[in-house]
C-alpha cells in the first residue's frame, strides 16, 4: 500500500493575462510536515486554493491517499479529507469556542436537516458526541478552559488555535494551514510549534505555507519553493537551505 497522501501534478492556473501556476505538482508522504515557501507573489496561495477547492485549476491531476479527487469545491474537499485554515482568521466571533469547532463536525454528521428541527433520540445523541469531540479538541490545543468564550475575547495565538481546532474537527486526513504563524509572537510560535509536532504525532499530515523561514527549517520534513508560479526546488530542509536559486529567488540573507 503506498505512503503517498496526496499526489499532485501538472497544475496550471490562469487569471486572465496572468498565468499564475505553471506545471506545479507535489508528493506528501503520510504523516510528513510538508513546506511550501516562496517569495510574495510567488503562487504559494494560489496552489494552496486550488488544492483546497477555493480556485479550479486550468489543468491538473490531484490523487488523495491513493484515489483521484476533485478540488471542486471547499465541503467536497473537506469530505475527501482535506481541511484547511486562512492566512486572515475565520471565525464566528459571536459564538463560543466550543461551538466553532462544533460548526466544524458538520461535514461528518448524518441526522440532517429533520433531525436537528425535530430533535429525535439520533439526533440528539449525535449533538451529545459533537459536543463531547469538540471539548477534547479544545483540549487538545491547549484552549480547554475556554470552552464557553466567545471567540473574539480570546487573544490572537488563541484564536489561531481555534482555527486549527475546527479544522480538525472535520477529522482530516491532510490539515492545510496557510500562514499560521502570522502575527504571532515570538512566544505564540514556540506554542504553535509544539502544537503541529503534537498534531504530527496524532498522525495527521500536515501542509504548511509560511514566511517565517526559520520555522519552517526547523519544523518541516520537506520543503517546496515556489517563485512566479513555478516550481523551482524541492527537497530537505538543508537542501532547500543550500540551494542556490532558492537563495537568489527568496532566502538572500535568510540562508
Known amino acids: 500500500m503506498s505512503n503517498i497522501l496526496l499526489n499532485i501534478s501538472g497544475v496550471n492556473k490562469r487569471f486572465g493575462g496572468l498565468q499564475a501556476l505553471t506545471d506545479v505538482g507535489i508528493k506528501i508522504m503520510k504523516g510528513q510536515i510538508y513546506g511550501l515557501i516562496g517569495p510574495n507573489g510567488a503562487g504559494k496561495t494560489t496552489f494552496f486554493n486550488v488544492i483546497t477547492g477555493l480556485y479550479q485549476p486550468d489543468t491538473g491531476t490531484f490523487e488523495l491517499d491513493g484515489k483521484p479527487y476533485s478540488p471542486s469545491a471547499p465541503h467536497a474537499v473537506a469530505k475527501a479529507g482535506i481541511a484547511r485554515t486562512f492566512q486572515n482568521i475565520r471565525l464566528f466571533g459571536e459564538m463560543s469556542a466550543l461551538e466553532n469547532v462544533m460548526v ?23 449533538e451529545a458526541a ?9 483540549d487538545f490545543v491547549g484552549i480547554g478552559q475556554f470552552s464557553q468564550r466567545t471567540a473574539r475575547f480570546l487573544s490572537y495565538g488563541d484564536q489561531r488555535r481555534l482555527e486549527i481546532a475546527r479544522a480538525l474537527a472535520t477529522e482530516p486526513k491532510l490539515l492545510a494551514l496557510d500562514e499560521p504563524a502570522a502575527g504571532m509572537n515570538a ?21 504548511l505555507i509560511e514566511h517565517d ?9 520537506r520543503i517546496s519553493v515556489l517563485e512566479y508560479g513555478k516550481l523551482i526546488a524541492e527537497g530537505l530542509p538543508a537542501e532547500i537551505q543550500k540551494n542556490q536559486a532558492v537563495i537568489e529567488a527568496y532566502l538572500g540573507g535568510a540562508a
Do not use: N, P, S, Y
Open 104 to 126: 466544524g463536525r458538520h461535514v461528518r454528521t448524518h441526522q440532517g436537516v429533520f433531525g436537528a428541527i425535530f430533535r429525535h433520540g439520533a439526533a440528539r445523541r449525535e
Open 130 to 138: 459533537i459536543r463531547g469531540r469538540a471539548q477534547e479538541l479544545l
Open 187 to 207: 512566544t505564540e510560535k514556540v506554542a504553535l510549534r509544539e502544537l503541529l509536532v503534537k498534531i504530527q504525532g496524532a498522525g495527521i499530515t500536515i501542509l
Open 213 to 221: 523561514v526559520k520555522l519552517m527549517m526547523g519544523l518541516c520534513d
